[in-house]
């Protein structure tokens, strides 16, 4: 998706000038109108996922001249920039435009150098102006369903559902696999919600150490245990009046599945140490790669707190499943990076879009956010091409230097030899790569448990990009008892 112009200027010369060279040196799409009138028109007409990102001005127009347009652009459109393109030298029309918020102010003719670093300042300051205001909209926990990016094809049907159960308190489970953006649409539930503005609080329940999973959520009472120096309030009593985000919810150990099962029941929480309850209002959205529904028929998930927390589901799907949306995300980043990282590439181009949306992203939205940042460092041009995409393969994998595992640093190596005997368990990992565990030596003997076991770990490892958090979880075992495993088989 490329960036879109709109050239309001009532000489047709004048116009297809700057449309050719933006088109030829930026690769950007261009829209005219040939009086105000028309421009208006087209703005109103104007959709999200084929936004125009600049408009370029002339004042003197037929119809409804440049600085009305610019107020019904202030009015109706705030936030879109806007360069003044025109013949009049008079100063006070450039102090009156730039006052109404015009970015730039160009006298004709104006030299295509100019015309191009105008057009390049403007479309940065526009996207660094936005990535403020929808940090801005995070911290104050006013993020909506309007601020995100690139779910306007693909998740069009579940933001309009999302919609409405934000208009309630009620308890929301969002299913989707690692990557999708489940914590960018809780916060959009918050700020659609009548809690908006309150604290939007989010827990990744898997990185919580076990023996600190009660203090973290509920509090605790200084002394109440070593190390707990001084009172804490925990991250419910924290979401006070607001949304608490459980994220990896299906992490948890059993016995704080137990406590979070009470807090959801009675609407209150007991810091350890405290001895009495603590009322809470808080709204619960909670998220998971996991299919809990296993996890509850093999007994690590609760099922009563399952029902409890699973009251309306929302599921997004990969984005492999929304190719559609692919186009908006990736101008989304590259106009990000372009803007934060003061880069002289500032559009994709249509081979890669399409290059890009022919991938099956197991890393989904955060795949390609690193992919693209990639691509504008291997770039040489002011657009990227196909060439620049690279996608990470199985040979390109990362798992940890086994010398250095307890310390969990990574390094590259290869991946463990696949081997092909009788009495094999074997099983294919995602991307068609075959993993093979042989339980025979070459000697004909049934190997040691320790050795399969620790195959079945660097397998892992590999599988999971050499995050151990990952490896560990795929194997059904804690992180910490899968580094102590590793540490005694070195």
């Not at 088109?23 to 105000?36: D, S, T």
């Not at 029941?265 to 810091?271: G, K, L, M, Y």
């Not at 350890?272 to 998971?288: D, E, H, L, Q, Y």
Request: with cysteine; charged share 25%; hydrophobic share 40%.
């Amino acid at each position: 998706m490329s960036i879109k112009v709109l050239i309001a200027d009532d000489d047709a010369a004048q116009r297809r000038l700057i449309a050719m060279l933006l088109i030829k040196k930026l690769g950007y799409k261009i829209v005219e109108a040939e009086n105000g009138q028309d421009a208006l028109s087209i703005l109103d007409a104007d959709t999200k996922e084929q936004s125009i990102q600049l408009i370029i001005l002339d004042l003197r127009m037929p119809k409804v001249s440049g600085f009305e347009v610019l107020e019904q652009i202030n009015l109706n459109h705030p936030g879109k920039p806007v360069i003044i393109l025109t013949g009049s030298h008079d100063v006070q029309d450039a102090v009156n435009a730039m006052q109404m918020g015009a970015i730039d102010f160009l006298t004709k003719p104006v030299s295509s150098e100019r015309m191009i670093v105008s057009v390049k300042n403007a479309i940065k300051m526009s996207t660094l102006t936005k990535e403020v205001t929808r940090l801005k909209k995070k911290e104050s926990g006013t993020f909506g369903f309007e601020d995100l990016i690139g779910y306007d094809g693909g998740l069009a049907n579940i933001v309009g559902i999302s919609k409405k159960a934000a208009a309630s308190d009620i308890p929301t489970l969002i299913i989707g696999e690692t990557g999708v953006g489940k914590e960018v649409f809780a916060r959009a539930i918050h700020g659609e919600s009548n809690r908006a503005g309150g604290p939007f609080v989010a827990v990744n329940c898997g990185a919580i150490p076990e023996n600190l999973v009660e203090s973290t959520l509920f509090g605790h009472e200084k002394g109440a245990f070593t190390g707990a120096i001084q009172k804490a309030a925990g991250k419910f009593r924290e979401a006070e009046g607001g949304t608490i985000f459980l994220d990896e919810v299906g992490d948890l150990p059993l016995d704080a599945q137990v406590k979070l099962l009470r807090v959801l029941q009675q609407r209150e929480v007991e810091p350890v140490g405290a001895g009495r309850a603590v009322p809470v209002n808080v709204r619960i959205v909670s998220a998971t790669h996991r299919n809990l529904e296993d996890s509850v028929r093999s007994g690590e998930f609760r099922e009563d707190l399952y029902f409890r927390l699973n009251v309306f589901k929302i599921e997004l799907p990969a984005l492999r499943a929304r190719p559609i949306d692919i186009p908006a995300l990736a101008n989304h980043f590259v106009t990000r990076f372009s803007a934060s990282e003061n880069s002289r590439i500032s559009t994709i181009n249509e081979a890669a879009l399409q290059k890009l949306q022919t991938h099956v992203w197991p890393g989904n939205v955060r795949e390609l956010e690193n992919t693209l940042h990639r691509a504008m460092v291997l770039c040489e041009t002011e657009q990227i091409d196909a060439d620049d995409i690279i996608f990470e393969t199985a040979g390109n994998q990362i798992m940890p230097n086994a010398n250095n595992l307890s310390q969990g640093s990574v390094a590259p190596l290869n991946k463990p030899q696949e081997q092909h005997v009788n009495h094999a368990q074997s099983g294919t990992a995602q991307g068609g790569a075959e993993y093979t565990l042989s339980m025979i030596d070459e000697n004909g003997a049934f190997r040691a448990m320790d050795a399969l076991e620790n195959e079945a770990m660097h397998m892992s490892i590999t599988f999971h990009n050499g995050n151990i958090t990952h490896a560990a979880k795929a194997l059904g075992i804690a992180k910490s008892t899968f580094y102590r495993k590793m540490d005694k088989a070195l």
